[in-house]
């Protein structure tokens, strides 16, 4: 990968470090540790939304030049620009995606009185709600791990959730 940013991996190139993950600037929440070039981090204290198209951070980093001293500055960026990032509250592994789906789809059985029972597959596990013709797909972060599918799968509980069916 040459290019400096890749919105389909969602990461981007850093000198001195190489490929981070990244999120859209947009996305970036207080508490947030983004990653720049060479290494250095800050945590972000603030953000102001002044129009559609910026965001203007206030974070905090440590000095180059004094170590230990703690500096604060403003940074305005582009929503759609990617960001490296060490922790982002707004990133959630395939894990969190997976718990929350099977908590929804908990949540509907119980709700609607549904039957269930889970199948084992190679590709992933599948679970059976009420009757064979009424199938959710959770996708488990050991068969895929991908956070795609596991949003995908989170959509589909949330689906199940809402209206008590779900047809594959």
Same mark, same amino acid.
């Given at each position: ?28 929440? !207080?508490?947030?540790?983004? !990653? ?7 945590? !972000? ?15 905090? @980093? ?102 008590? !069916? @779900?047809?594959?």
């Amino acid at each position: 990968m040459s290019k400096a940013y890749d919105v389909k991996t969602m990461t981007i190139h850093l000198q001195g470090v190489g490929r981070q993950n990244a999120i859209f600037a947009g996305n970036i929440m !207080v508490g947030d540790i983004l !990653v720049w070039n060479y290494g250095t981090t800050s945590e !972000v204290l603030s953000i102001e939304d002044p129009g559609k198209a910026y965001i203007i951070i206030t974070e905090r @980093y440590e000095s180059w030049i004094k170590k230990g001293e703690l500096l604060t500055s403003e940074r305005k960026m582009k929503k759609d620009r990617l960001v490296a990032y060490a922790k982002a509250q707004s990133v959630k592994s395939p894990d969190q995606y997976e718990a929350e789906a099977r908590d929804l789809v908990n949540q509907a059985i119980e709700k609607y009185g549904l039957s269930s029972k889970t199948i084992s597959h190679p590709m992933g596990g599948f679970l059976l709600i009420g009757d064979d013709s009424s199938v959710l797909n959770i996708q488990a972060a050991w068969s895929f791990g991908s956070v795609e599918s596991c949003k995908d799968s989170l959509a589909r509980a949330q689906k199940l959730f809402d209206t008590g !069916v @779900y047809f594959e």
